[in-house]
């Protein structure tokens, strides 16, 4: 039997690991929005491996077809050779997500992280253009290594990189000064004057709504605008949908509702439904300028996760499915200004959009103690933003609103423990 003992991974494990400290437990078995730890205790899952999971953990027919797959020898690794697997996910990505989107994508295996497709996308945007410079916003998060950290505004994280990050220009994102200010009258100016020292790029890359940077989700109307100022300069349109897509936000792609067209989207996370690692390029077909091999990666055909990805598409074959995770969304939204209203020492303020919601504080270090509480209470939950300003509810779509509201009673029971030992106090 596994102990419940987090001393190998002091003793082993580098000084970089981070969810084991917020999360100080063994975890030995998960289903959908639950998770048991070494001693038997029950978790919700209010965190969904960051967006990973948005299906929840170890969904029954995926986990059959994987097995399926693995017992028939099915090929696991081919990097971008043809397989059955890999040509199953590309049709039904084609029939199930593309088609009745009216959306024309060439789809690239980049590699299979976040940080993966959203270097490729830069790489591409440069590539067509002939340009060096994109612009990125504040608050922004795409990724870690060199290129995704360019156009990621996290002061500590792009410290990491240990060398100066160039050939990127940050404009502020929606709402970043205050609600009155248009920040895109802001960056056009910049554009438009030869002396401003900005010259036009190759493309912009943005989250519709900003996971690490605070659950910031942009209005509709400022990225509708976003989309028209790329057009009139001949710029790209780079959305990275790594944490935000696969239903995150309501919808399969989180820029769905403004109606826009990107001209390139970044995928992952979710995209392989099971936890596999995936990652997605997406372009219109005539940025398509690629050489054989040009950009690669050994685990780009990771053929297990097409198989977990294609069965993960069946739930949007129903439209029940997206219907419910709106409904669900309205829940959340609700419960959450009821707790802002009905506890006003929290000095909060709802943020975000869909599965993607949170409560923003003025009140320091409040997000990491209500998380720390709720985690004591059974209830796994992250914080998000520069000052971990926000705590954030991230529940697998799949659940169901027993366990919703199982969540938020356990959040509800966290701040009111705080507010009783006088833990919540203004600035």
């Given at each position: 039997?596994?102990k419940?003992?987090?001393s190998?991974?002091?003793?082993?494990?580098?000084?970089?690991?981070?969810?084991?400290?917020?999360?100080?437990?063994?975890?030995?078995?998960?289903?959908?929005?639950?998770?048991?730890?070494?001693?038997g205790?029950?978790?919700?899952?209010f965190?969904?491996?960051?967006?990973a999971?948005n299906?929840?953990?170890?969904?029954?027919?995926?986990k059959?077809?994987?097995?399926?797959?693995?017992?028939?020898?099915?090929?696991?690794?081919?990097?971008d050779?043809a397989?059955?697997?890999?040509?199953?996910?590309?049709?039904?990505?084609?029939?199930?997500?593309l088609?009745p989107?009216?959306l024309?994508?060439?789809?690239?295996?980049p590699?299979?992280t976040?940080?993966?497709?959203?270097e490729?996308?830069?790489k591409?945007a440069?590539k067509?253009?002939?340009?060096?410079?994109?612009?990125?916003?504040?608050?922004g998060?795409?990724?870690?290594?060199?290129g995704?950290?360019?156009?990621?505004?996290?002061a500590?994280?792009?410290a990491?990189?240990?060398?100066?990050?160039?050939?990127?220009v940050?404009?502020?994102?929606?709402?970043?000064?205050?609600e009155?200010?248009?920040?895109?009258?802001y960056?056009e100016r910049?554009?438009?004057?030869?002396?401003s020292?900005?010259?036009?790029?190759?493309?912009?890359?943005?989250e519709?709504?900003?996971?690490e940077?605070?659950i910031?989700?942009?209005?509709?109307?400022?990225?509708q605008?976003?989309?028209?100022?790329?057009?009139?300069w001949?710029?790209?349109?780079i959305?990275?949908d790594?944490?935000?897509?696969v239903?995150?936000?309501?919808?399969?792609?989180?820029?769905?509702p403004a109606g826009?067209?990107?001209?390139?989207?970044?995928?992952?996370k979710?995209?392989?439904?099971?936890?596999?690692?995936?990652?997605?390029?997406l372009?219109?077909?005539e940025?398509?300028?690629?050489?054989?091999?040009?950009?690669n990666?050994t685990?780009?055909?990771?053929?297990?996760?097409?198989i977990?990805?294609?069965?993960?598409?069946?739930?949007?074959?129903?439209?029940?499915?997206?219907?419910?995770?709106?409904?669900?969304?309205?829940?959340?939204?609700?419960?959450?200004?009821?707790?802002?209203?009905?506890?006003?020492?929290?000095?909060?303020n709802?943020?975000?959009r869909?599965?993607?919601?949170?409560?923003e504080?003025?009140?320091?270090?409040l997000?990491?103690?209500?998380?720390?509480?709720?985690f004591?209470?059974?209830?796994?939950m992250?914080?998000?933003?520069?000052n971990?300003?926000?705590?954030?509810?991230?529940?697998?779509?799949t659940?169901?609103?027993?366990?919703?509201?199982?969540?938020?009673?356990?959040i509800?029971?966290?701040?009111?423990?705080?507010?009783?030992?006088?833990?919540?106090?203004?600035?």
């Open positions: 039997m596994i419940n003992d987090l190998i991974f002091e003793e082993i494990e580098s000084n970089v690991r981070s969810y084991v400290r917020g999360f100080p437990t063994v975890f030995t078995k998960a289903k959908n929005y639950k998770m048991w730890d070494a001693d205790k029950e978790y919700i899952d965190f969904s491996g960051a967006g999971l299906y929840g953990h170890n969904d029954p027919k995926m059959e077809k994987l097995v399926e797959y693995i017992m028939n020898d099915g090929v696991t690794h081919s990097l050779m397989t059955e697997a890999k040509a199953e996910f590309l049709k039904k990505f084609k029939e199930v997500i088609k989107r009216n024309d994508y060439k789809v690239m295996f590699g299979p976040g940080t993966n497709t959203v490729s996308a830069l591409l440069r067509v253009t002939g340009r060096t410079d994109i612009i990125s916003f504040t608050n998060f795409h990724g870690m290594t060199i995704s950290l360019s156009v990621t505004g996290n500590s994280k792009r990491g990189a240990g060398i100066p990050l160039n050939n990127t940050t404009m502020p994102f929606d709402n970043f000064v205050n009155e200010m248009d920040t895109l009258d960056l910049f554009l438009e004057d030869n002396g020292g900005v010259d036009t790029p190759a493309a912009m890359i943005l519709t709504v900003q996971g940077g605070g910031n989700a942009a209005r509709f109307e400022w990225l605008r976003v989309d028209e100022i790329c057009k009139k001949g710029i790209l349109l959305v990275d790594v944490q935000a897509g239903g995150r936000t309501g919808t399969f792609f989180s820029f769905e826009i067209n990107p001209d390139i989207v970044c995928l992952s979710s995209i392989g439904g099971y936890g596999l690692p995936l990652a997605l390029t372009f219109k077909p940025l398509d300028i690629w050489n054989p091999g040009e950009h990666g685990f780009r055909g990771n053929n297990p996760a097409f977990t990805a294609t069965e993960s598409l069946t739930y949007w074959e129903d439209k029940s499915f997206e219907e419910g995770i709106q409904e669900k969304s309205k829940l959340i939204t609700e419960f959450l200004h009821e707790m802002v209203t009905k506890y006003p020492e929290l000095e909060g709802v943020r975000g869909g599965f993607m919601q949170g409560i504080s003025q009140i320091d270090g997000s990491a103690k209500v998380a720390e509480v709720a004591e209470k059974g209830l796994i992250e914080t998000s933003g520069v971990d300003q926000v705590f954030k509810l991230f529940p697998p779509l659940i169901d609103e027993e366990g919703l509201k199982r969540g938020f009673n356990l509800e029971e966290s701040i009111k423990s705080l507010i009783a030992k006088k833990e919540l106090v203004a600035n």
